[in-house]
């Protein structure tokens, strides 16, 4: 069995691998060639099942945990994964909450002090400040007084609106990241769908991933340790050039 063929790898990228961690140490024969058993190549096929919904760093570490026989690290980290997958099919639906409905007032075309602010949207001073503080408002300083741009009208009308939704603060802080980033509501708006989109083939990438891992956990908690008899693979015809 060709342990890099089946995946369209090369026989460096399984030295690599070998070499980061994420695959066991292969045994040596007598005369120095690598020997592969099943438990690389499953080892191998759950490192690889991992990354399109983990990421490389993230798949890595897991594996790694896996191999030095610390699960429970393993799956803190897939537990972790899967906290910040939630945390942003919240995110996704918090703005598109948000973009839905209108506004308060008329749009701000000049810049606002925060009690005029305040007054717009109802509230005290002193939760403007707060929200500063939680880096959902990043006004500017006048003679030592905040001045709200336009846009940070903007994103504290949407801040208002989140908050009466029950989101937290950091949760809105990170909702009006995006929308920074992305130029206003109106840009983000139109990438929504391809937002959730993406969110869904990672979902599955990750159940995927998980399942493989699942599969080799369940193998080497039954089978013998890696390099012991049975079903040896082997890297491939270039391992000969360099053993």
């Known amino acids: 069995m060709d342990l890099a063929r089946p995946h369209g790898l090369s026989a460096q990228a399984i030295r690599n691998y070998e070499r980061a961690g994420v695959i066991p140490p292969a045994g040596r024969t007598a005369s120095g060639y690598r020997i592969y058993t099943g438990d690389h190549v499953g080892a191998l096929a759950a490192y690889l099942g991992l990354i399109p919904g983990y990421g490389h760093s993230t798949a890595g570490e897991i594996?790694?945990?896996?191999?030095?026989?610390?699960?429970?690290?393993?799956?803190?980290l897939i537990d972790a994964a899967?906290?910040?997958s939630r945390r942003d099919r919240d995110t996704v639906a918090a703005v598109a909450a948000a973009l839905v409905e209108a506004p308060a007032g008329p749009p701000s075309d000049r810049p606002l002090s925060v009690g005029a602010l305040a007054h717009r949207l109802d509230l005290t001073p002193a939760t403007l400040r707060k929200w500063e503080r939680a880096g959902i408002l990043t006004p500017e300083r006048a003679?030592?007084?905040?001045?709200?741009?336009?846009?940070?009208?903007?994103?504290?009308?949407?801040?208002?609106?989140?908050?009466?939704?029950?989101?937290?603060?950091?949760?809105?802080?990170?909702?009006?990241?995006?929308?920074?980033?992305?130029?206003?509501?109106?840009p983000l708006a139109a990438?929504?769908?391809?937002?959730?989109?993406?969110?869904?083939?990672?979902?599955?990438?990750?159940?995927?991933?998980?399942?493989?891992?699942?599969?080799?956990?369940?193998?080497?908690?039954?089978?013998?340790?890696?390099?012991?008899?049975?079903?040896?693979?082997?890297?491939g015809d270039q391992d000969r050039k360099s053993r």
Do not use: C
């Not at 009466?164 to 995006?178: P, S």
């Not at 998980?210 to 693979?233: D, H, I, K, M, Q």
């Open 143 to 186: 003679k030592g007084a905040r001045v709200y741009s336009p846009d940070d009208v903007r994103d504290a009308e949407l801040a208002h609106l989140l908050r009466r939704g029950g989101y937290l603060l950091d949760h809105i802080a990170a909702v009006i990241e995006q929308v920074r980033a992305a130029g206003g509501p109106g």
């Open 82 to 84: 899967h906290v910040q």
């Open 63 to 76: 594996m790694r945990a896996v191999l030095r026989d610390d699960v429970d690290a393993a799956l803190a």
């Open 191 to 235: 990438s929504i769908e391809q937002w959730r989109e993406r969110l869904t083939v990672r979902g599955r990438a990750m159940l995927t991933g998980s399942a493989r891992l699942a599969e080799f956990l369940e193998r080497t908690n039954t089978a013998p340790p890696v390099g012991v008899t049975g079903g040896a693979a082997r890297l």
